[in-house]
């Protein structure tokens, strides 16, 4: 019953790392492969669902001391509690898997550590979004002191699946991005005009499964109201891209919902494309309404006779 319920979270929560560590497990052998055999203290315990981090990630009983060297188990869910808010900003798809693996290690005759490359891939999506928020990348998840892929280790997940899609690794940005209550239709259009484009889109989601939700543009509702340095064929391609790479943006705006119309504004950095404000459009929101069709004979201040 155990194993059949711990297969079942396995797929809801799109874990497919843990068949594929078992079976390397029962492959590498006692001899074969080289982890951290158990302290005689150690001992399985049941994820306990106030363990929000961890809890039905795939596997249901961990290993107490973790490799973390918490002893307890309220130790255990303070500390690993302290992570959600990063893990909320969808840094990167494996950082739960790579959390977990150190608060709370699977049940098994030895303890195995993630490997070195998924910390390194998980630190440097993750770290600069901590950096946003004053937090250091901490000594205790130094990737150096994790085995290297040769050895028997976690590996990432989401190497496999990217190198067969056109999505890149999902970088959070360090803007919290939120739908904006559309006020009235002057304050919309000082929005608009204090922004470099500004796009009426749909949105589709292509997925709920995995850690980290994966959105398209529907290329047949773009209506490009306002494009700055931008030309107007490349808008898709940017927005696309923006999608691809920012899910809390992203997921932010979605709000859970599986499609919508977004009024949406922002600026051009670079190589990417930054969205600062979004409204949804609904027969509702008829400041919006308002503003857009308002939008064609209106002038910016700083735009006056210019054309925008």
């Not at 203290?41 to 106030?50: E, H, V």
């Not at 959390?99 to 195995?112: G, M, Q, T, Y």
Request: aromatic share 6%; net charge positive.
């Amino acid at each position: 019953m155990r194993a059949a319920s711990t297969e079942k979270a396995s797929r809801r929560r799109g874990a497919p790392w843990l068949p594929g560590l078992l079976l390397r497990l029962l492959l590498w052998g006692c001899a074969g492969g080289r982890a951290s055999y158990l302290r005689r203290s150690s001992s399985c315990t049941a994820i306990p669902r106030s363990m929000a981090l961890c809890y039905d990630i795939g596997y249901s009983e961990m290993r107490i001391p973790n490799l973390l060297e918490h002893e307890t188990m309220p130790e255990v869910i303070q500390q690993s509690s302290s992570w959600l808010p990063l893990l909320a900003r969808e840094c990167h798809p494996d950082a739960r898997i790579f959390l977990c693996s150190l608060f709370a290690p699977i049940c098994l005759d030895r303890l195995i550590y993630p490997c070195r490359s998924l910390c390194e891939a998980v630190k440097r999506s993750c770290a600069p979004v901590m950096a946003c928020y004053g937090y250091p990348w901490p000594e205790i998840l130094n990737c150096n002191k994790f085995p290297a892929d040769h050895e028997l280790c976690i590996a990432a997940v989401s190497t496999d699946e990217s190198s067969s899609s056109r999505r890149t690794v999902p970088r959070a940005s360090c803007k919290d991005c939120e739908l904006e209550e559309a006020s009235t239709a002057r304050e919309i259009l000082d929005n608009l005009c204090a922004n470099d484009f500004t796009v009426k889109i749909r949105i589709l989601r292509k997925n709920t499964t995995t850690t980290v939700s994966d959105f398209d543009l529907d290329p047949s509702r773009v209506e490009v109201l306002k494009h700055g340095p931008l030309l107007r064929t490349e808008i898709p391609g940017r927005l696309q891209q923006w999608l691809d790479i920012d899910a809390t943006c992203a997921h932010n705006i979605m709000r859970g919902t599986h499609a919508g119309v977004f009024v949406i504004s922002g600026e051009v950095q670079s190589d990417k494309v930054v969205v600062n404000k979004a409204y949804a459009w609904q027969k509702k929101n008829r400041n919006l309404h308002q503003a857009v069709r308002r939008w064609k004979h209106h002038r910016c201040p700083e735009q006056a006779g210019r054309k925008v």
